[in-house]
């Protein structure tokens, strides 16, 4: 559970989303009501509805310049903000690139390209977790 009296909330934040995403992986220890079948498949199919559409508006958007510093403020401000927690991961991939000796336009350029691979991952795995746990 989140709590603001401790440091590293992005870290918290990012442990508990992913332990989410397994937690419904799992098969749950008493069968799932017929109710809650419908609720878990009707959510599971709009988070990835809405999580393809506006991905696919995001890479339209972040890709669509020629320039490395603007694709990655923009995929900063779409995947990165709509990502969050996961999208951490890239910006810190990011920085590890840029770090290891690459130029800025390549880091700029790969910091986007891993943001947009940790927001489709986080929400679309999501998404199958609660189908899967909607079968059971």
């Known amino acids: 559970m989140y709590r603001p009296g401790r440091g590293s909330w992005f ?8 332990a989410l995403i397994a937690l419904l992986w799992h098969p749950p220890a008493a069968p799932v009501s017929g109710g809650w079948k419908i ?18 508006l995001f890479a339209f958007m972040t890709f669509e310049s020629s320039d490395p510093w603007a694709q990655w403020m923009t995929a900063v401000f779409t995947f990165g903000l709509f990502g ?27 910091c986007a390209i891993f943001l947009t691979i940790s927001y489709f991952a986080q929400w679309l795995l999501l998404s199958a977790a609660l189908l899967r746990r909607s079968r059971f």
């Open 11 to 18: 870290i918290t934040a990012l442990v508990q989303m992913w």
């Open 39 to 56: 609720f878990l498949r009707i959510a599971a199919g709009a988070i990835a509805l809405i999580s393809i559409a506006t991905g696919a």
């Open 84 to 110: 969050l927690p996961t999208s951490m991961v890239g910006m810190v991939a990011g920085a590890i690139v840029l770090k290891a000796g690459a130029s800025e336009g390549v880091a700029h350029v790969l």
